[in-house]
């Protein structure tokens, strides 16, 4: 049987999952993947639109010729049937092997609207484990043992001012890890009362909402095409506003700085912490720039 954890926003989940993967991926490379649904379905719907076997074939062998497959987000397979077969088929597929399956969601399988019944047994025939929101001591210690990770000393009034803007093990390691790089930029621990420039409103975020509306917002505003925010294009007129759309998510969502890149199609860390810096010292020399962006937050 499978595990399926769930739990409310803050109780880690994502983070818990990463780990695991990360974990098992440590220990034998190429042995786990961790997907979002949203990852898995569109690797999915890419196979099915080859209109070749073999696509879907390659697709379903790169699963199960893991030992460990991580989904997270199961409730996003809502009103998507034929995602929702493929899963079924993926666990019909490997029972009987060592391969297992690890799954995450907001709720219990019972509680899931535009699951289907099938797929709704599967959950519930395997281990349901629900995970709380960690306490602020559990959330102390993941900071300290992140913040010896990642190098440098973390002050009392970071610590606390991290604590203050989100229960949630995620966005409390986020937030340290953009504390720390933009430390390392400065030469000097950043101040505590920088956090709201970090990420304000870091503690409910729903990034993929975020990152719609700001690309809607940037893409009006400055006429330009959608699609032309998406990645990096050597069209002139659309390099300002990709950056500044990047820069509006960046400072209304506590996302990773990597799954920040993926959204405008960066690959690189170092890009999108390039990308950030860049509109932070534009705004502060640029007036019609910094009320753009005020004006554009406000909306989002």
């Known amino acids: 049987p499978g595990i399926y954890l769930f739990g409310a926003t803050g109780s880690g989940k994502s983070h818990l999952l990463q780990a695991l993967a990360g974990e098992a991926a440590r220990r034998s490379p190429g042995d786990a993947i ?40 199961i409730e996003d397979l809502a009103g998507r049937t034929s995602t929702q077969r493929e899963l079924v088929s993926l666990q019909d597929a490997v029972l009987g092997t060592t391969t297992r399956i690890v799954m995450a969601g907001a709720l219990h399988p019972s509680e899931m609207d535009g699951i289907s019944p099938k797929l709704r047994s599967r959950l519930l025939g395997g281990v349901v484990v629900r995970l709380s929101v960690p306490r602020d001591l559990v959330l102390e210690e993941v900071l300290e043992k992140r913040a010896r990770e990642v190098g440098p000393v973390l002050p009392e009034d970071v610590r606390a001012a991290i604590l203050a803007r989100t229960a949630s093990v995620h966005g409390a390691v986020d937030l340290l890890d953009r504390w720390a790089v933009l430390s390392a930029e400065l030469g000097r621990p950043l101040e505590a009362d920088w956090l709201p420039e970090l990420a304000p409103g870091a503690a409910a975020c729903a990034s993929q909402e975020v990152i719609r509306r700001a690309k809607d917002l940037v893409s009006r505003h400055y006429g330009v095409k959608r699609g032309l925010l998406d990645r990096p294009t050597k069209v002139r007129s659309a390099a300002l506003p990709r950056r500044l759309a990047m820069y509006l998510v960046y400072r209304a969502c506590a996302l990773p700085l990597v799954k920040l890149g993926e959204a405008f199609g960066l690959k690189s860390h170092s890009s999108v912490s390039r990308a950030i810096r860049e509109m932070r010292e534009l705004r502060e020399v640029n007036d019609e720039i910094e009320n753009t962006i005020e004006g554009l937050l406000a909306q989002i």
Request: net charge positive.
């Open 34 to 73: 961790y997907l979002t649904v949203q990852q898995f379905t569109q690797r999915y719907v890419s196979a099915l639109r080859a209109r070749d076997m073999h696509a879907l074939r390659a697709f379903r062998d790169g699963l199960t010729q893991r030992r460990l497959i991580v989904l997270d987000g």
